[in-house]
C-alpha cells in the first residue's frame, strides 16, 4: 500500500509537471490537454523503474512517517486532479483574456488613430476659412422659405434670368449663395428643389434697386447677409431678406412693379442729334463737308471737313469777287477806251489793301456744313406735355406693338398701367436730366424701353400724338422704336394682397426696411454709372441720331394719315409690320 501510494505521488507529480512542459507549445486548451496525456502516459514505466530503486533506500522508513506522507501525497494528487478537471477551463480562460488583450490593443489603436486625425484636423481647421467649416456642417441644417431683396447695376450682365451660357444676376448669385453655405451641393443647379422664383425679369443692361427672390436656404448659423454679399461682387448687393410662407411665390404673389427711367434733358430738343437727311432737307446744313450725321450740343465736331467746308467757302467767294472786279475792269458799253484807262488808272492809284478787299456780294450765303443746335430749356410746357403724352398709357390697353413676338390676339398683350408720370428736371452726377416713373402690374420685354421710345419719337416731332394710341389698335402693327437700356432700372416691388392676408403671422415683404440702403446704391451705384456712359459712349446721341424716317418709315405713314394726306380705303396707312402681317394671314385663306 505504501509502495502504491508512493508510485500514485510520482505519477501525479510527474504528470503535473510534463502539461506546464507542453504548455507552451500548445496554442489551444483542448490540444494541450491531449498532449498532456501521451506525456503521462509515456512516463508511467520511467517513474516505476525509478521507485524500485529508490524503494530499498526508503526502506528503513518509519510508518507514520509512510502515513504522513501518503498524506501528504493524497493532498497533493487532490490537487492534481483538481488541476486537471480545471485545466480545460483555464484554457478558455487564457483564450479570454488573449481575445480581451487582442480587443484592447485594437481599441487602444483605434483610439490613437482616432485622436492623431482629430489632432490632424484641429490642425487643419485652423488653416481653412469659415466658409469651408460651414461646408462641412450645414447638411445639419434646416432649409427655410425667404424672400431676398437684391440690388444690382446690370451693366455686363445678360439680364436677370439665368440663362446657361451667358452672365446674368441670378447666376451670380446662386454662386454666392452656395458658397456661403446657403445652398447644399446636392440643390446646386437645380432651381425647382429649392423652389427658386424672381419678381421681375430685367433685360440686358437693366438695373434693379429692389428684386426680390423666393428661395428655400440654409440661413444658420448666424451672419447671413454678411457671408453672402462677401462672395459677390461690388454691382450685387444682398440687402437683405425676410421669412415667407412656403407656398409664396415671388412671381406670382407680385402685385405691382415699379420702374424708373433717366432721360437726357437734350433727348427733348427736336434738333439736338438730328440725322443728315433731315437737317439737309430743312436747310439748315449744306451738302459741301458736311460730316455724317448731325451733331448736337457742339459735340463731336470733324475739325476736317469744318476746315474743308470753310477753303470751298472762300473758293466761292473768290470766284465771285474776280467776276465783279473782271466786269467792273472791262470796257463799259456807253464808255470810251480812255475812260476806261482813266478807271483803270485810278484804281492802281489805290492803296493795295484797298484793292483787296472784296466787296460785298449779292447771292445768298450757303448754310454751314456743321450744325450746332441752339440752347435748349426743358421747361414747364414741356413737362406738362411730357405727362399728357405719358398719362395716355394708364389703363388697360393692347401692347402688341410695345413688345416683340407677341400677336395682337394673345391675351397676354393686354397690360395694366397703374400710373405714369415725370417727377420734373434734377441734376444726376451734373447731367440734367428728367425722370419718368412707372407703374404697372406686369411688363413684357421691351415693354417700358418701347413705351419711352415712341414718347420720345413725339416729343421730337417724327411722329404725331395719334400714332402713340393707335398702336393699341389691333388692326395696327407699328415699328416702335426701342430707347435705350442705360436709363432703365426696376425701383421696388409690391405684395399689398400678400402683406394683408398673411399680417397676422408673418412680416410684410416690403423695401421699407431696406430703403435707405437701396436709394444709397442708386446715388452710388446706377446714377454714376448712367451718366458717365453716357459721356464716354454717347448712348442716347447715338440712339437719336438713327431715330429718323429712313430707319422707321411707319413715323411717314403715321404723319400723312394723322393730316388726312392718305385715303380712306379699307387698309389705308397700315405700318410696314401690318402689310407683312396681312400678307401672312392671306396666304392662309381658302376661296369659296
Known amino acids: 500500500m505504501d509502495v502504491d501510494s508512493a508510485q500514485a505521488e510520482r505519477e501525479a507529480a510527474a504528470g503535473e509537471k510534463r502539461p506546464r512542459e507542453a504548455e507552451g507549445e500548445v496554442a489551444e486548451g483542448n490540444a494541450g490537454h491531449k498532449n498532456d496525456g501521451e506525456v503521462k502516459g509515456g512516463s508511467e514505466e520511467e517513474v516505476e523503474a525509478g521507485d524500485e530503486e529508490k524503494g530499498t533506500e526508503k526502506g528503513g522508513e518509519g510508518e507514520a512517517g509512510i502515513e504522513s506522507k501518503t498524506g501528504t501525497d493524497g493532498k497533493r494528487k487532490g490537487d492534481s486532479l483538481d488541476g486537471d478537471k480545471t485545466e480545460e477551463e483555464g484554457g478558455k480562460e487564457d483564450a479570454e483574456r488573449e481575445?480581451?488583450?487582442?480587443?484592447?490593443?485594437?481599441?487602444?489603436?483605434?483610439?490613437?488613430?482616432?485622436?492623431?486625425?482629430?489632432?490632424?484636423?484641429?490642425?487643419?481647421?485652423?488653416?481653412?476659412?469659415?466658409?469651408?467649416?460651414?461646408?462641412?456642417?450645414?447638411?445639419?441644417?434646416?432649409?427655410?422659405?425667404?424672400?431676398?431683396?437684391?440690388?444690382?447695376?446690370?451693366?455686363?450682365?445678360?439680364?436677370?434670368?439665368?440663362n446657361p451660357g451667358a452672365r446674368t444676376i441670378e447666376g451670380e448669385l446662386e454662386k454666392a449663395l452656395y458658397r456661403a453655405g446657403a445652398i447644399l451641393e446636392n440643390d446646386l443647379g437645380d432651381f425647382w428643389k429649392i423652389d427658386w422664383m424672381r419678381s421681375?425679369?430685367?433685360?440686358?443692361?437693366?438695373?434693379?434697386?429692389?428684386?426680390?427672390?423666393?428661395?428655400?436656404?440654409?440661413?444658420?448659423?448666424?451672419?447671413?447677409?454678411?457671408?453672402?454679399?462677401?462672395?459677390l461682387p461690388k454691382q450685387v448687393r444682398?440687402?437683405?431678406?425676410?421669412?415667407?410662407?412656403?407656398?409664396?411665390?415671388a412671381k406670382d404673389q407680385c402685385d405691382r412693379r415699379r420702374y424708373e427711367y433717366v432721360i437726357p434733358t437734350f433727348c427733348f430738343n427736336p434738333l439736338a442729334h438730328r440725322d443728315r437727311e433731315y437737317l439737309l432737307r430743312m436747310g439748315l446744313i449744306s451738302d459741301d463737308g458736311g460730316v455724317e450725321g448731325a451733331q448736337g450740343e457742339g459735340e463731336g465736331e470733324r475739325k476736317g471737313g469744318k476746315q474743308g467746308a470753310e477753303e470751298k467757302e472762300k473758293e466761292k467767294e473768290e470766284k465771285v469777287d474776280g467776276m465783279a472786279v473782271a466786269g467792273k475792269t472791262s470796257e463799259p458799253a456807253n464808255g470810251t477806251a480812255e475812260e476806261g484807262s482813266k478807271k483803270t488808272d485810278k484804281t492802281e492809284d489805290k492803296p493795295a489793301d484797298a484793292q483787296d478787299q472784296p466787296k460785298p456780294s449779292t447771292l445768298p450765303v450757303p448754310p454751314p456744313s456743321v450744325?450746332?443746335?441752339?440752347?435748349?430749356?426743358?421747361?414747364?410746357?414741356?413737362?406738362?406735355?411730357?405727362?399728357?403724352?405719358?398719362?395716355?398709357?394708364?389703363?388697360?390697353?393692347?401692347?402688341?406693338?410695345?413688345?416683340?413676338?407677341?400677336?395682337?390676339?394673345?391675351?397676354?398683350?393686354k397690360r395694366y398701367i397703374v400710373s405714369?408720370?415725370?417727377?420734373?428736371?434734377?441734376?444726376?452726377?451734373?447731367?440734367?436730366?428728367?425722370?419718368?416713373?412707372?407703374?404697372g402690374?406686369?411688363?413684357?420685354?421691351?415693354?417700358?424701353?418701347?413705351?419711352?421710345?415712341?414718347?420720345?419719337?413725339?416729343?421730337?416731332?417724327?411722329?404725331?400724338?395719334?400714332?402713340?394710341?393707335?398702336?393699341?389698335?389691333?388692326?395696327?402693327?407699328?415699328?416702335?422704336?426701342?430707347?435705350?437700356?442705360?436709363?432703365?432700372?426696376?425701383?421696388?416691388?409690391?405684395?399689398?394682397?400678400?402683406n394683408n392676408k398673411w399680417s397676422g403671422s408673418h412680416d410684410p415683404v416690403t423695401l421699407e426696411p431696406y430703403r435707405e440702403q437701396a436709394e444709397k446704391f442708386k446715388e452710388e451705384v446706377v446714377y454714376p454709372h448712367i451718366v458717365s456712359t453716357e459721356r464716354k459712349s454717347h448712348v442716347f446721341a447715338t440712339w437719336l441720331s438713327n431715330l429718323n424716317d429712313r430707319n422707321y418709315?411707319?413715323?411717314?405713314?403715321?404723319?400723312?394719315?394723322?393730316?388726312?394726306?392718305?385715303?380712306?380705303?379699307?387698309?389705308?396707312?397700315?405700318?410696314?409690320?401690318?402689310?407683312?402681317?396681312?400678307?401672312?394671314?392671306?396666304?392662309?385663306?381658302?376661296?369659296?
Request: net charge neutral; proline share 4%; charged share 30%.
Open 553 to 592: 418709315p411707319d413715323f411717314v405713314i403715321a404723319r400723312a394719315e394723322a393730316k388726312g394726306l392718305l385715303g380712306g380705303g379699307e387698309n389705308a396707312g397700315e405700318g410696314e409690320g401690318q402689310k407683312e402681317e396681312r400678307k401672312e394671314e392671306g396666304k392662309g385663306e381658302v376661296k369659296a
Open 441 to 498: 402690374q406686369s411688363f413684357m420685354l421691351h415693354q417700358i424701353r418701347k413705351m419711352i421710345g415712341m414718347v420720345l419719337a413725339v416729343m421730337r416731332g417724327h411722329a404725331p400724338e395719334e400714332m402713340l394710341t393707335d398702336a393699341f389698335r389691333r388692326d395696327k402693327r407699328y415699328n416702335v422704336p426701342l430707347a435705350p437700356e442705360l436709363g432703365l432700372f426696376l425701383v421696388e416691388c409690391m405684395f399689398p394682397a400678400y
Open 99 to 162: 481575445s480581451k488583450r487582442l480587443k484592447s490593443g485594437t481599441e487602444a489603436a483605434e483610439k490613437a488613430g482616432a485622436e492623431k486625425e482629430d489632432g490632424e484636423k484641429e490642425e487643419g481647421e485652423e488653416g481653412e476659412d469659415d466658409d469651408a467649416k460651414r461646408e462641412r456642417n450645414r447638411k445639419y441644417y434646416k432649409k427655410k422659405k425667404v424672400a431676398l431683396f437684391i440690388a444690382y447695376c446690370g451693366a455686363g450682365y445678360q439680364g436677370m434670368q439665368r
Open 420 to 439: 405714369f408720370g415725370a417727377e420734373g428736371v434734377t441734376q444726376v452726377q451734373g447731367m440734367e436730366c428728367v425722370k419718368c416713373v412707372v407703374v
Open 238 to 249: 444682398l440687402l437683405g431678406f425676410v421669412r415667407v410662407t412656403a407656398g409664396f411665390n
Open 200 to 231: 421681375a425679369r430685367t433685360d440686358k443692361g437693366v438695373s434693379a434697386l429692389g428684386q426680390v427672390v423666393s428661395v428655400r436656404l440654409v440661413l444658420d448659423p448666424p451672419g447671413f447677409v454678411e457671408r453672402v454679399n462677401k462672395h
Open 371 to 413: 450744325f450746332t443746335p441752339p440752347p435748349y430749356t426743358f421747361d414747364s410746357a414741356a413737362l406738362a406735355r411730357l405727362n399728357h403724352l405719358l398719362s395716355l398709357f394708364v389703363g388697360t390697353h393692347c401692347f402688341h406693338n410695345y413688345t416683340v413676338k407677341v400677336s395682337a390676339k394673345d391675351a397676354a398683350a
